[in-house]
């Protein structure tokens, strides 16, 4: 029983050790990932995803980046990377720190190969170490029975590379994963002069577990002379106790954090502001442009919307309608002062036009490993490309005296040939 | 003052094209008449095409005050740059003339898709949304031209190598010397398109997280699964499966070549297919 489990658990370590496994699981990710791309997401296009067979639906290729079998997919490519990178770390850390010599001149990679005898075995020996050195190789030498073998190796961290690499990748997808199972992201959609506690913004996904106030104190759509958008300000405090603790002005692509909690500039809508008069009494009313939002008269059935905003910023004509619960009852324009009696319940004046602020507000406690193993992964492929290993061992006989070299070919032939070319035109000189 | 930088601009538009256009057809008439005076007007058209090229950036960019890597047309005229430069370095550090036939006709291909199928209004410098007023576009940008630019001298490297590989075949049953016979051994070729992918990879990845970090500082989400970022990830899957196939299986030669032009078709997939086909954040290039 023993045995068979042993068995087993070899069996699984080497599915897990496999590259080929890697490379499947790889393949099967980016196919997935490109139908994901064909067929509506759930998270993009919610009508074009109910339209899709429900078959479909079920097996989750309307939400594929969320699904199960996408997340299990990743987790076991991770596995199979760490599985592979625990594996190899012996062989890496013995390349860089502790390479051997060879101990037969047989041993010698002959591909790129070259031998150079001399009139004097010692002499030959100090050169090479000498030109090896200048060179930036750093040398593991061993000498016996008349023969002195070494390895030299120059940009040896290059080794780490893959190890790197796969490891980063690693934590990439851990830190994907902590921010999509913790963290939150809500929404705020509000005008200049608003007050909003934290807990009572809009929730996307997750819980707001501080308590503040945010206050935005105004909002802008700034437009260069030239007429481009310059962007969006909002200048916003954040209130603890009743006290500002903290005030900033942000913009797209320039955020604001608070308490592990980021406020992001998304978007601008035009509005407008109203007084209405109730039975003598009179509040203000704000209202989103394209009837972002409404307003319900109380202890009516009357929903006032505005439609739209023409005009010159300076002479601003805002049109607007009324519903109630079945039909449009009523539709007209305002110019600023102007007033108009609804359904002879209200009397609504148009104040000025006003901008709204919408705010992105995310934590995500993931995404600092994220920028970590993104960090760790263009260090590793630096490593791998940028600064690759070159190994070169030989014998020399000390008696003869006949040094054998050799370069290890990796993945580029050409350029070690160059480097060890390089080397041995400066032993032959 | 900005008028006439609008007229001059279309003009070197139209140099730059002609002289690639007559760069690619020069090298084609090199290849098949072996006069070398054809490879040097050839080379003298690139050089040419690229200056074109380079002065069309510069003009859009001060007519924009701002870089020029926010539209499909801008991004286009960049893209053709990266591959160009990438095309000269290799042409020079390795002597090979003959990529020019296979490499040059990209950018013809892709300045030919803006003339048929853009519209003055997709090609004048409009006004840009706040989500792209970011440094980090700039760097995104930048390290996707240098890696698009390199995969597409993979490209030409490894159509080059599969031709070679064929001609072998077919001169072992005693064919005559072609003009394939001219380009570098087989094993060279094969070697220099992995050096490109090798050197684009990084390249590749660095597009991506700088992409990443831009989407973040912009929208709060350093990924979002939009078409364009999800075409991005295959591109480097299907490059990471090529470094790795041709490391571990020794997949080098024809499967590598292979794969080498398929990871092309879909870098232009990722431009082209994912902006007109499917629609996403990515809209605007």
Request: hydrophobic fraction near 45%; proline fraction near 4%.
């Amino acid at each position: 029983m023993s045995n068979k489990s042993d068995e087993l658990g070899e069996k699984l370590l080497e599915i897990f050790c496999s590259m080929k496994l890697g490379l499947v699981l790889l393949g099967i990710i980016a196919l997935v990932s490109g139908i994901g791309t064909l067929i509506p997401q759930q998270s993009m296009d919610p009508n074009g995803a109910q339209a899709v067979a429900e078959i479909w639906r079920n097996l989750g290729f309307t939400s594929v980046y969320s699904s199960p079998w996408f997340h299990l997919l990743l987790g076991l490519l991770c596995i199979n990377l760490l599985v592979c990178s625990v594996q190899r770390f012996k062989r890496f850390y013995k390349l860089t720190f502790a390479p051997e010599p060879p101990k037969e001149s047989s041993n010698i990679p002959k591909k790129i190969n070259a031998v150079i005898s001399g009139s004097d075995g010692e002499a030959l020996r100090q050169k090479t170490q000498e030109s090896l050195k200048k060179k930036g190789f750093r040398i593991t030498q061993l000498e016996k029975e008349g023969k002195w073998n070494f390895i030299a190796q120059k940009h040896g961290m290059g080794n780490w590379g893959p190890f790197t690499i796969h490891i980063a990748f690693v934590i990439l997808v851990l830190g994907a994963l902590t921010g999509s199972l913790s963290g939150f992201s809500g929404y705020i959609m509000a005008d200049a002069g608003r007050e909003v506690s934290i807990r009572d913004i809009s929730i996307e996904k997750g819980q707001v577990k501080e308590n503040f106030m945010l206050k935005i104190n105004s909002v802008e759509d700034r437009i260069l002379p030239n007429g481009e958008r310059d962007n969006w300000y909002t200048n916003l405090s954040i209130i603890e106790s009743g006290e500002e603790v903290q005030r900033d002005t942000i913009s797209v692509n320039h955020p604001l954090t608070y308490k592990g909690m980021t406020f992001y500039q998304t978007s601008y809508v035009p509005g407008a502001e109203f007084t209405v008069d109730m039975m003598g009494k009179k509040f203000p009313v704000t209202l989103q442009s394209r009837g972002g939002n409404y307003f319900n008269a109380p202890g009516t059935n009357l929903y006032l919307v505005l439609a739209e905003i023409k005009g010159d910023p300076q002479k601003p004509v805002i049109f607007y309608q009324v519903f109630d619960e079945s039909s449009q009852v009523k539709m007209g324009q305002l110019t600023p002062g102007q007033s108009e009696n609804i359904q002879d319940t209200y009397t609504v004046t148009f104040d000025k036009t006003i901008g709204f602020t919408g705010l992105q507000v995310k934590s995500d406690p993931g995404v600092g490993v994220v920028w970590l193993g993104c960090g760790l992964l263009m260090i590793g492929l630096i490593l791998a490309f940028y600064w690759r290993p070159v190994r070169i061992s030989g014998s020399l006989d000390l008696t003869e005296p006949i040094l054998t070299l050799g370069a290890y070919s990796g993945k580029y032939n050409m350029g070690i040939k160059k480097e060890f070319d390089k080397v041995v035109d400066e032993l032959k000189a | 003052m900005s008028g006439s930088l609008q007229n001059w601009e279309v003009s070197v538009f139209y140099v730059m094209f002609g002289a690639y256009l007559g760069s690619s057809v020069l090298y084609w008439l090199w290849e098949a008449i072996k006069k070398d005076a054809f490879r040097q007007l050839a080379t003298l058209a690139a050089i040419v095409g690229l200056t074109a090229n380079t002065t069309a950036i510069a003009l859009r960019w001060i007519i924009s005050q701002r870089p020029p890597l926010t539209s499909g047309y801008e991004f286009i005229l960049v893209f053709c740059w990266g591959i160009v430069i990438n095309y000269m370095f290799v042409k020079f550090r390795y002597k090979l003339n003959a990529l020019g036939s296979f490499v040059i006709p990209v950018p013809v291909l892709l300045l030919g898709f803006i003339i048929m199928a853009m519209g003055p209004s997709e090609r004048v410098a409009s006004a840009i949304q706040p989500a792209l007023k970011s440094q980090w576009l700039t760097i995104h940008v930048f390290t996707a031209i240098l890696a698009y630019g390199a995969f597409a001298v993979s490209f030409g490297l490894s159509i080059m190598y599969i031709l070679k590989t064929l001609s072998n075949q077919s001169t072992d049953k005693n064919t005559k010397e072609n003009w394939i016979n001219r380009f570098p051994h087989e094993s060279v070729l094969d070697e220099l398109a992995y050096k490109m992918v090798g050197f684009a990879f990084p390249m590749l990845t660095l597009c991506i997280i700088t992409g990443a970090i831009w989407a973040n500082y912009a929208w709060g989400t350093y990924w979002s699964w939009d078409p364009k970022e999800t075409w991005s990830l295959i591109t480097w899957i299907i490059y990471a499966a090529y470094l790795h196939a041709r490391l571990m299986y020794g997949w080098k030669g024809r499967r590598a070549a292979w794969m080498a032009i398929l990871g092309f078709a879909i870098v232009l997939f990722t431009f082209f297919g994912v902006n007109y086909l499917l629609p996403g954040l990515h809209s605007y290039a």
